[in-house]
T-cell receptor, first 111, second 115 residues
Framework: GQQLNQSPQSMFIQEGEDVSMNCTSS?????WLWYKQDPGEGPVLLIA?????ELTSNGRLTAQFGITRKDSFLNISASIPSDVGIYFC???????????FGKGITLSVRP | DTGVSQNPRHKITKRGQNVTFRCDPI?????LYWYRQTLGQGPEFLTY????????KSRLLSDRFSAERPKGSFSTLEIQRTEQGDSAMYLC?????????????FGPGTRLTVT
């Protein structure tokens, strides 16, 4: 079945640093979504991407839809302590039916 | 706040008991999804509805699981004869199905513990 790969499993950065994370797939997706999840809560949508090559920003977050449609990237600039959490990528084939999620990357920010 | 809501937030039950969870989607959203998430994993799709019609079910959804969305608004997910392997976070999401928009918004989840 379709799988999304996110690595590494954990990232540790200093407050104020930028961080990049990527997500790859062996299958093509028509939509890429990035979510953040805090412990005990549901995922919160950060950015949605709909076109290959698209670059979209949401505040300090920037995400890109890979040109091959098999990958996506999320950048967080000038990290702050509240950026701590688990970041998931998710792909949709475009039928708006089910999302396929990666395993997530746990981000820790040292003050 | 008009986001997705789920009740209860936590449920502890003994093996063999039945449990039912409720999801109230964002009011104008016509699609509703159920996902299951275990520790260290991303959410996994279980089933989804468009209005009151259940359009797809995952192979993860065994015969002990049933979901309904009787009036196209709220939805319930029932698990019969719970097993320890059913312990997980059950997440509900909703979306407004229209061309060019595929954003799913999640509720806070129901954490199920089967003892």
């Amino acid at each position: 079945g379709q799988q999304l790969n996110q690595s590494p499993q954990s990232m540790f950065i200093q407050e104020g640093e930028d961080v990049s994370m990527n997500c790859t797939s062996s299958s093509i997706f028509n939509t890429w979504l990035w979510y953040k999840q805090d412990p005990g809560e549901g995922p919160v949508l950060l950015i949605a991407l709909y076109k290959a090559g698209e670059l979209t920003s949401n505040g300090r977050l920037t995400a890109q839809f890979g040109i091959t449609r098999k990958d996506s990237f999320l950048n967080i600039s000038a990290s702050i302590p509240s950026d701590v959490g688990i970041y998931f990528c998710a792909g949709d084939t475009g039928a708006n039916s089910k999302l396929t999620f990666g395993k997530g990357i746990t981000l820790s920010v040292r003050p | 706040d008009t986001g997705v809501s789920q009740n209860p937030r936590h449920k502890i039950t003994k093996r063999g008991q039945n449990v039912t969870f409720r999801c109230d989607p964002i009011s104008e959203h016509n699609r509703l999804y159920w996902y299951r998430q275990t520790l260290g994993q991303g959410p996994e799709f279980l089933t989804y509805f468009q209005n009151e019609a259940q359009l797809e079910k995952s192979r993860l959804l065994s015969d002990r699981f049933s979901a309904e969305r009787p009036k196209g608004s709220f939805s319930t997910l029932e698990i019969q004869r719970t097993e320890q392997g059913d312990s997980a976070m059950y997440l509900c999401a909703s979306s407004l199905h229209r061309t060019g928009s595929y954003e799913q918004y999640f509720g806070p989840g129901t954490r199920l513990t089967v003892t």
